[in-house]
């Protein structure tokens, strides 16, 4: 199994960047898939997740509408869309693969959850 992080750079405060993963080697419709982060110093924090057919997602406090997760069965990828970018949202992005199963903010939003994760892209916000 493989997950592919790509999409991450520099980009200024207020700008927008989309983050892709693509994922190999498992069936991808039978996953939950989510996003993490991790900054400098600090633990690793759930950005949000996808229901397995694209339906529901939840989302970390701090998203705040700013970020959107979509994802294409057909392509094996997931996508997170992040508008209104700032300095504190630097980190490296991580995408995360879990089975399937009771899709709730409390089921998705730790890292137990995924069996299968990325090597991660770096998002810088400059100021």
């Known amino acids: 199994v493989q997950l592919v992080e790509s999409g991450g750079g520099l980009v200024q405060a207020g700008g927008s960047l989309r983050l892709s993963c693509t994922a190999s080697g498992l069936t991808f419709s039978m996953y939950v898939m989510g996003w993490f982060r991790q900054a400098p110093g600090k633990e690793r924090e759930f950005v949000g997740a996808?229901?397995?057919?694209?339906?529901?997602?939840y989302y970390g406090d701090f998203v705040k509408g700013r970020f959107t997760i979509s994802r294409d069965n057909t392509k094996n990828t997931m996508y997170v869309q992040m508008n209104s970018l700032k300095p504190e949202d630097t980190a490296v992005y991580y995408c995360?693969?879990?089975?399937?199963?009771?899709?709730?903010?409390?089921?998705?939003?730790?890292?137990?959850?995924?069996?299968?994760w990325g090597q991660g892209t770096q998002v810088t916000v400059s100021s």
């Open positions: 996808i229901s397995w057919n694209g339906d529901s997602q």
């Open positions: 995360a693969a879990g089975l399937r199963g009771k899709f709730t903010g409390a089921m998705v939003n730790t890292t137990t959850k995924y069996t299968y």
